[in-house]
T-cell receptor, first 114, second 116 residues
């Protein structure tokens, strides 16, 4: 079955540590996205990528970095510069050039501070 | 700037009651898309419906129905004869028409609890 796989499901970060969240899709979608969800709030866009080797900042990119070396993969690194990383992170994808198409979401990664 | 407002933070009803979730949006674009997503306790977002700005026809899918009114910038979602399985957080979202990628603007979400 086609879909989006996020790993790990739960992740803990120590002070000063960078951590990387994995996102893999087999839907053959060109565009991929990372969102952050805080309790009682909607999703906020961190980064998005339209094609391989290209990505753009979203509304809350500070303290995060991404790469897009393969079409199927869009990992997110939460750096030590992100002072409040505790949140639920969701990865999504959609067909390129079709902004009316719904995004498909993964199951999310819950990140906490040790 | 584009904005989506879901004024109802939480709603709790008894099973079999009808319930309406409100969504009001702001945009300067003439072409835009509106979406509803469901987030069950497992966490993933599940797509429910898409509506474009040129189609104000209401839609019904089983117990779900959507009322889109451009005059009031609203896209409300009604569940008829609610069931416990409908318990989830529901998000309304607006699509910014950026070519090649879709930037969604989400509302804050409405947590719906259906009590047996």
């Amino acid at each position: 079955d086609g879909g989006i796989t996020q790993s790990p499901k739960y992740l803990f970060r120590k002070e000063g540590q960078n951590v990387t969240l994995s996102c893999e899709q087999n839907l053959n979608h060109d565009a991929m996205y990372w969102y952050r969800q805080d309790p009682g709030q909607g999703l906020r866009l961190i980064y998005y990528s339209q094609i391989v080797n290209d990505f753009q900042k979203g509304d809350i990119a500070e303290g995060y970095s991404v790469s897009r070396e393969k079409k199927e993969s869009f990992p997110l690194t939460v750096t030590s510069a992100q002072k409040n990383p505790t949140a639920f992170y969701l990865c999504a994808s959609s067909p390129e050039g079709l902004y009316n198409q719904p995004q498909h979401f993964g199951d999310g990664t819950r990140l906490s501070i040790l | 700037a584009q904005k989506v407002t879901q004024a109802q933070t939480e709603i709790s009803v008894v099973e079999k009651e009808d319930v309406t979730l409100d969504c009001v949006y702001e945009t300067r674009d003439t072409t835009y898309y509106l979406f509803w997503y469901k987030q069950p306790p497992s966490g993933e977002l599940v797509f429910l419906i898409r509506r474009n700005s040129f189609d104000e026809q209401n839609e019904i899918s089983g117990r779900y129905s959507w009322n889109f009114q451009k005059s009031t910038s609203s896209f409300n979602f009604t569940i008829t004869a609610s069931q416990v399985v409908d318990s989830a957080v529901y998000f309304c979202a607006l699509s910014e028409g950026v070519q090649g990628a879709q930037k969604l603007v989400f509302g804050q979400g409405t947590r719906l609890t259906i009590n047996p």
